[in-house]
């Protein structure tokens, strides 16, 4: 409650936000609609779901729209901005048409996919993919035309290409020279691809690239330090959390029993001992462990072993660091300064507030557990609703 209190103003703002957004899609798609815009040529057939109604009939259809068509002034427009586009890009990774090896870049579509393009050379020396085999020679003149296609429009662009194979005085040479005999080699067929040994007289050997595993799991190791670090203190501020509600839970137990002996004339230190007497003896009958009797448990031991009884009680708060533990340490080292006149009052007090915070707690807790079955109640809801839905479709049909 407190957290839907605290962001309430932003759900409100959302909610009122979304209610304009209803609206407006209402008013806006609620008019008649007597035409729809075409798509840019290039960009594909659209689709549009419309509601209809005729006399009686009404449904809803999906109505297909096809792209704009161009004028012929702008199709010619098109056409020649492709042939431009080609100009520029035919060569590909290559520094120019005159001195070609590497894959020429043949695309299928120019002008921002406006004019179509049907590449044809002569010689058929260029695959699909724009590589050139060099079969018929180290050095071949490539006449490369393109058919462009825009609507009613057709042109061809003729270009005339010089491929020439390299050498291995460059990387990139001696690549293109070492892939064509890696395709060579893998022609031939067999069990086995032989790997050749040289590339136009230059020797060449192979290896295995090392996965290097070893390094990934390296980093996985170095990823979880962080991982774990959170969890672990995860895990101790649990074990605190764990710790310090046992203490909660003790702490009227303990104060109850401490103001009923002292207020039967037994001072604080036997107090102490009774309690821890009568805390072990339960043990052994099979009581669960009590954290705070603990506690009092090693005051006691401190005390045998000649620790002193202020020093006992300060231990006390100091290993819980609990405020009701440390509050019942103050009452009992004042006591020792002024005496036990107002200890048994202070302690009836110290008990009555106890058992209310007790109270509290468990009124907490309540709030705490009904808060966690929210979810799982909204998930139940939400199953029943569709057990109850999805029949009802389907028996109408929609």
Not at 132 to 156: M, S, Y
């Amino acid at each position: 409650m407190k957290t839907l209190k605290k962001y309430k103003k932003i759900i409100i703002v959302i909610e009122v936000i979304a209610l304009f957004m209803i609206l407006y899609d209402f008013i806006i798609d609620s008019g008649a609609v007597t035409e729809l815009s075409r798509p840019e040529k290039g960009e594909g057939k659209a689709v549009e779901e419309l509601d209809f109604s005729g006399g009686e009939r009404s449904g809803s259809l999906e109505v297909p729209i096809s792209e704009r068509k161009l004028s012929s002034e702008e199709e010619e427009e098109m056409i020649r901005l492709a042939e431009e586009e080609i100009d520029e890009t035919i060569k590909g990774k290559n520094e120019s048409v005159d001195e070609v090896y590497l894959p020429l870049d043949t695309r299928s579509s120019y002008a921002s996919s406006k004019v179509q393009a049907f590449w044809t050379f002569e010689p058929m020396v260029v695959d699909a993919e724009g590589n050139i085999d060099f079969k018929e020679g180290n050095e071949l003149l490539i006449e490369a035309r393109a058919d462009l296609v825009c609507g009613e429009t057709q042109d061809r662009y003729i270009s005339y290409i010089r491929a020439v194979k390299p050498g291995n005085e460059t990387k990139s040479g001696f690549l293109f020279n070492l892939k064509s005999a890696l395709k060579a080699a893998d022609s031939e067929g067999g069990d086995t691809l032989t790997l050749p040994s040289s590339v136009l007289e230059s020797p060449v050997s192979f290896k295995r690239k090392p996965e290097f595993r070893g390094i990934a799991f390296a980093f996985i190791g170095i990823a979880l330090i962080p991982v774990l670090i959170l969890f672990d203190r995860k895990k101790d501020e649990k074990r605190r959390k764990a710790y310090n509600d046992a203490l909660s839970k003790d702490y009227p137990a303990i104060a109850s029993k401490l103001s009923l002996l002292v207020g039967a004339g037994i001072r604080p230190r036997e107090a102490f001992k009774r309690m821890s007497t009568s805390y072990e003896e339960n043990r052994r009958r099979g009581a669960p462990r009590s954290e705070g009797f603990e506690e009092i448990e090693r005051a006691c031991r401190d005390m045998e072993k000649g620790i002193g009884e202020g020093d006992a009680y300060f231990s006390i708060a100091e290993r819980t660091g609990h405020k009701d533990y440390r509050r019942l340490t103050l009452l009992l080292t004042e006591n020792m300064k002024k005496g036990d006149r107002f200890l048994s009052a202070e302690l009836s007090r110290e008990e009555a507030d106890a058992f209310e915070e007790r109270k509290n707690r468990a009124i907490r807790l309540g709030e705490e557990a009904s808060t966690k079955l929210v979810f799982p109640m909204i998930l139940l809801l939400g199953s029943v609703m569709i057990m109850l839905l999805v029949p009802a479709f389907l028996g109408t049909g929609i």
